[in-house]
């Protein structure tokens, strides 16, 4: 089992070395769509938003995420598609057209981002699920989510705090990081047709 499952605790507190460490809350707080959850027949699991994507105010847009161009390739939508949003986004971040037309994208194609994590306290600066000292699931994003959708955990972190949240019969991991991705089995796994 991965170091950072263990460190699961019921409420985040105020203990704990501010100078190596922060706070984090995840973006379901400001992003949550509930009609967007209960639509989607693809919901992509993640855990936690890194802090270098929080600053563009939605999921997967930190700079080495893959997730956006691995959607375009499953849609065929290189050209103008999510990547290209993803690039107007952090052009400017306080253009809030720019998300509308992401949420669009993402609603047209069935699919909507919910991560597990609710807040945690991870190593200031950092994106890796394992340094995070301690964290709570955030269990009311996915009481909109059913068993008719397909739940794509873009890591095994995802999918073990997915099962302690619940036990939806679709769950499959396909990771996005350059080491393990493999775009045709994306492909495979987000299509629904």
Request: overall charge positive; glycine content about 4%.
């Amino acid at each position: 089992m991965p170091k950072f499952i263990k460190n699961r605790v019921e409420s985040i507190d105020e203990r704990f070395d501010k100078t190596c460490y922060e706070k984090v809350d995840s973006l379901n707080k400001s992003c949550f769509d509930k009609d967007l959850i209960k639509n989607a027949k693809i919901v992509i699991v993640g855990t936690l938003t890194p802090s270098n994507g929080m600053g563009f105010g939605y999921y997967y847009t930190s700079e080495r995420n893959r997730v956006y161009k691995l959607i375009d390739y499953c849609f065929e939508t290189e050209e103008n598609g999510l990547a290209k949003l993803k690039q107007e986004l952090k052009a400017n971040p306080q253009d809030k057209t720019t998300l509308d037309k992401i949420k669009k994208y993402l609603s047209n194609h069935k699919l909507v981002f919910i991560d597990v994590i609710d807040q945690a306290v991870r190593k200031k600066g950092s994106s890796l699920d394992d340094d995070i000292i301690k964290y709570t699931l955030d269990k009311k994003s996915f009481e909109y989510c059913n068993n008719d959708q397909k739940f794509v955990c873009t890591s095994k972190n995802a999918m073990l705090c997915l099962e302690q949240i619940q036990n939806f019969e679709n769950v499959v991991v396909c990771p996005q990081d350059r080491f393990r991705c493999k775009k045709e089995e994306w492909k495979k796994e987000i299509s629904f047709k």
